[in-house]
């Protein structure tokens, strides 16, 4: 599976950006789909995942209510819709996948990613 990450730039406080993932590869397996997001100094961290089935998606407690995560039915693109953004969230986004039984939130557990693209909130 690779992925491909992108939509990230800048964007003032309050704002929203949508980041996309691109899926290509071959994909025997089904796989759940990951947000992570490292901001300068911190660990990287999931903050948004996705089951294959495509329903009960999880939230960081962070972000509940302000990104939403979504995939398009022939699972070749990931969303993640970012609404009334705040200083806090700039960091490096990453989209990422995996493909055995653990829960979505098993951060550790993902092994395919994208490359990271930048969002910076400004206030």
């Known amino acids: 599976v690779q992925l491909q990450a992108s939509g990230g730039g800048l964007v003032q406080l309050g704002g929203s950006l949508r980041l996309s993932c691109a899926v290509s590869?071959?994909?025997?397996?089904?796989?759940?789909m990951g947000w992570f997001r490292q901001a300068p100094g911190k660990e990287r961290e999931l903050v948004a995942a996705?089951?294959?089935?495509?329903?009960?998606?999880w939230y960081a407690w962070a972000v509940k209510g302000r990104f939403t995560v979504s995939r398009d039915n022939a699972k070749v693109t990931q969303w993640l819709q970012m609404n009334s953004l705040k200083p806090e969230d700039t960091a490096i986004y990453y989209c990422?996948?995996?493909?055995?039984?653990?829960?979505?939130?098993?951060?550790?557990?993902?092994?395919?990613w994208g490359q990271g693209t930048l969002v910076t909130v400004s206030s």
């Open positions: 996705l089951p294959w089935r495509g329903d009960r998606p």
């Open positions: 590869g071959p994909t025997f397996r089904p796989y759940d």
């Open positions: 990422a996948a995996k493909t055995d039984a653990s829960p979505i939130d098993s951060g550790s557990n993902y092994h395919y």
